[in-house]
């Protein structure tokens, strides 16, 4: 695939996304937004990609944001397309986990993109924030619903109320990310992370996204329900029962190597 802003390669079950646009410092434009939806075409079908990871170009952002020149030119009707929310709602729905690799700046339509994302992994000069009331808007790419569900309204309101920046160490303690290294160990972990959710049950890790995504959308009752639907699947599946039998069998195993051992003493 030809993209104009984005490196797309799958290696090992594991999509990487690269935001590509670094002397903007990633800023997302229409190109870009583009390009994205053509890797989301990719990933949505692409049944062997366990994990995606996105990350941005250049170390000093994963993305600064939409791009302010195009959005300076949209109006009502424009935003009413909800461009960006319509991508990251996309993101958000994607069957793999995505996990978020943070350096330097995500802000505003780049924060929003990264919540959008299962998981944030973040370098130390990591910084992320809503500044969109700096500029006259709000954060109108899920950013006043995905962050109060990660941090809790009474933060959210601070972080999109002020616009404030917030650095890698406070993220990390009030849960926006998920895991705090060293920035040039960020794509490793990042890395790390997807090979750990890649060897556990991949229908199993499909389902309980399903899960959690209904949760936090559609509240307690139908995501239970959900649960249970999706519980039910899979214990039915194959892969339970390979799973499953195999713990059972080097349990037994074990146990006879035990026995054998105490026979012999
Ligand atoms: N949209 C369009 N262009 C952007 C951008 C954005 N969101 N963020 C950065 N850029 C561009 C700058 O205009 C500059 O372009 P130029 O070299 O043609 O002048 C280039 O990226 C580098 O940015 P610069 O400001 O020189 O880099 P910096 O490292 O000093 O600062 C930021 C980085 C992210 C702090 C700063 O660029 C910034 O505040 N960006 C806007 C963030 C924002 O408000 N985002 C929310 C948008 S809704």
């Known amino acids: 695939m030809i993209f104009d802003n984005l490196l797309y390669s799958v290696d090992d079950a594991v999509a990487h996304i690269v935001l590509n646009r670094p002397e903007k410092r990633n800023a997302i434009d229409q190109a870009m937004i583009d390009d994205l939806h053509r890797a989301m075409d990719a990933l949505e079908t692409d049944a062997n990609v366990r994990v995606a990871i996105l990350s941005g170009a250049g170390g000093k952002a994963f993305a600064a944001g939409a791009d302010i020149a195009q959005l300076r030119e949209r109006g009502a009707a424009e935003a009413l397309q909800i461009i960006n929310a319509r991508l990251f709602q996309r993101v958000e729905d994607l069957p793999c986990p995505t996990i978020a690799a943070i350096t330097g700046y995500a802000l505003g339509g780049g924060c929003e993109l990264a919540m959008a994302c299962d998981l944030r992994v973040a370098g130390r000069s990591a910084k992320l924030g809503q500044p969109e009331v700096a500029l006259g808007i ?68 499909r389902m309980a996204k399903i899960a959690l995504n209904t949760s936090s959308r559609a509240g307690h009752q139908t995501g239970a329900l959900v649960e249970q639907l999706a519980q039910a699947v899979l214990f039915e599946s194959q892969d339970k029962l390979d799973r499953m039998g195999a713990f059972l069998e080097s349990k037994e195993k074990r146990r006879q190597a035990k026995a054998k051992e105490q026979a012999s003493e």
């Open 138 to 205: 709000i954060p109108a790419a899920g950013g006043t619903q995905r962050l109060p569900r990660l941090v809790g309204i009474g933060r959210a309101r601070d972080i999109i109320f002020t616009g404030r920046l917030v650095d890698a160490e406070e993220a990390e303690r009030i849960g926006l990310v998920n895991r705090l290294v060293d920035d040039e160990n960020v794509l490793d972990a990042a890395e790390e992370l997807a090979a750990q959710i890649a060897r556990q049950g991949g229908l199993a890790v």
